[in-house]
Structure formats: C-alpha cells, structure tokens
C-alpha cells in the first residue's frame, strides 16, 4: 500500500512560482508511475503532470508545458511539481496520485490511478 500525503498549496498572484510536494510512505514508491491532477470547478479532474517509476521521463498537458516541471527523488519518496508563470486558470486542488504501470505516463486516464493524495488547493489571483 502507498499512502501520499500533498503539501499545502497557496494564494498566489499571477506569474509567480509555486513548489508542491507529495510525500509517500511504502516500499514501492520506485514501481509507481507519479502523477499530478489537478481539479476545477469545471471541465472536472484534469491530468497536468506524470513521471515514470525511474525517473527519466516526463510527460505534460499542453496547458502547462514549458511552466510546469515534475520530479521525483525516490530515496525520499518524494514526488515534486514546481509550478512556474502561474496563471490564473491555474486554480485549481491539485492531486498527486500514483499509477502502478510504472512506465506509462502519457495522460492516463484516473481509473488507472491506485492512490491518491488529500488534494491542496492553489489560487492564482491578483
């Protein structure tokens, strides 16, 4: 079992940067694929980021590549997603959750996912 515990988010005005963190806790952290989802009001539970179990590859919605970087250190269980030139359709509760298909990174849908963290929420507003 993995459990993912997310960072608190914040108020932040638009262009700034912004650093969320999940941590984990199980044995496993390195056989998951880590995602990012992120939540709004509408359309819904959208997929923003994901990283494969080793690390090397990353793949990205096209509504934050080029601002957005996720990342991982598996010796501390710890998946990232540093948030740059924030904008505000941005605002979103942003969710790490955890895919055991290790290498699979390319926008999966959310029944794949086995684990979710508690959801932080992020406003980007003047």
């Known amino acids: 079992q993995l459990l993912l515990a997310d960072s608190a988010g914040g108020l932040v005005q638009p262009v700034a940067s912004l650093r969320l963190s999940c941590a984990t806790s199980?044995?496993?952290?390195?056989?998951?694929?880590m995602n990012w989802f992120r939540q709004a009001p509408a359309p819904g539970r959208e997929f923003v980021a994901a990283?494969?179990?080793?690390?090397?590859?990353?793949f990205y919605s096209n509504g934050v590549k080029g601002r957005f970087t996720i990342s991982r250190n598996n010796a501390k269980n710890m998946v990232y997603l540093q948030m740059n030139k924030l904008k505000p359709d941005d605002t979103a509760v942003y969710y790490c959750?955890?895919?055991?298909?290790?290498?699979?990174?390319?926008?999966?849908?959310?029944?794949?996912?086995?684990?979710w963290g508690q959801g932080t929420q992020v406003t980007v507003s003047p």
């Open positions: 959750a955890a895919n055991p298909r290790r290498d699979y990174i390319d926008s999966r849908p959310i029944s794949e996912m086995d684990y």
């Open positions: 990283i494969v179990g080793g690390g090397r590859r990353t």
């Open positions: 199980g044995r496993l952290f390195g056989t998951y694929a």
